[in-house]
């Protein structure tokens, strides 16, 4: 059984803060990684794919993946309110996606 | 450019009634997909369709079929429902077959209750 698995969240940062999102994955297999958020009530945007070990930066995201220790993060920079959503870990293996069962993410002014 | 679009967006259906979710794109993407989304239980692959033609089980095929209709359209249908299958539904389409993986976009979703 292919698994995502991130931290559990809830997670509270404060306006301009740094919040760190986490999750490990289990399939060796799995060569691209993804960042979903979504807010409440909407479907998954995508916000960052890496594909190779070390960090991607882009803006206020960064991602970083280490496929020895099977982690995927994100972080984001100078958080705002409009960052406070679910943030979904997400895994490929043979193009069929496992995702994580989110962290919900809340900044607050 | 509507992206993928999914209709209907919301649907109530008595214990063994049968329905089918339409889902549709216009950014000529060979894969589709139908997921289910659960509280506590994140998303999770019902059947994708990897090109026009081709269409495989993914982790929770029970209860459901589909069809993809032509390049455009993917269905997934409920023959007899069950409360188990209340949930939200989202489609997604992506651009590439075979070992790679593009991103996938989400329809919009439809939230189903089976009483």
């Known amino acids: 059984q292919k698994e995502v698995e991130q931290n559990s969240g809830p997670l509270s940062v404060p306006e301009g803060a740094i919040a760190s999102l986490n999750c490990t994955y289990s399939d060796r297999g799995s060569q691209s990684f993804f960042w979903y958020r979504q807010y409440s009530g909407k479907s998954p945007e995508l916000i960052m794919s890496i594909y190779s070990n070390g960090d991607k930066e882009d803006g206020r995201f960064t991602a970083q993946l280490n496929k020895a220790s099977q982690y995927v993060s994100l972080l984001i920079r100078d958080s705002q309110p409009s960052d406070s959503a679910t943030y979904l870990c997400?895994?490929?293996?043979?193009?069929?996606?496992?995702f994580g069962k989110g962290t919900l993410l809340t900044v607050n002014p | 450019n509507a992206g993928v679009t999914q209709t209907p967006k919301f649907q109530v259906l008595k214990t063994g009634q049968s329905m089918t979710l339409q889902c549709a794109q216009d950014?000529?993407?060979?894969?589709m997909y139908w997921y289910r989304q659960d509280p506590g239980m994140g998303l999770r692959l019902i059947y994708y369709?990897?090109?026009?033609?081709?269409?495989d089980k993914g982790e929770v095929p029970n209860g459901y079929n589909v069809s993809r209709l032509n390049k455009r359209e993917f269905s997934l249908r409920l023959e007899s429902a069950a409360p188990s299958q209340t949930s939200v539904y989202f489609c997604a389409s992506s651009g590439r077959t075979g070992g790679d993986t593009d991103t996938q976009y989400f329809g919009p979703g439809t939230r189903l209750t089976v009483l």
């Open positions: 997400v895994g490929d293996s043979n193009y069929k996606l496992t």
């Open positions: 369709s990897a090109s026009e033609g081709t269409t």
């Open positions: 950014m000529n993407h060979n894969s």
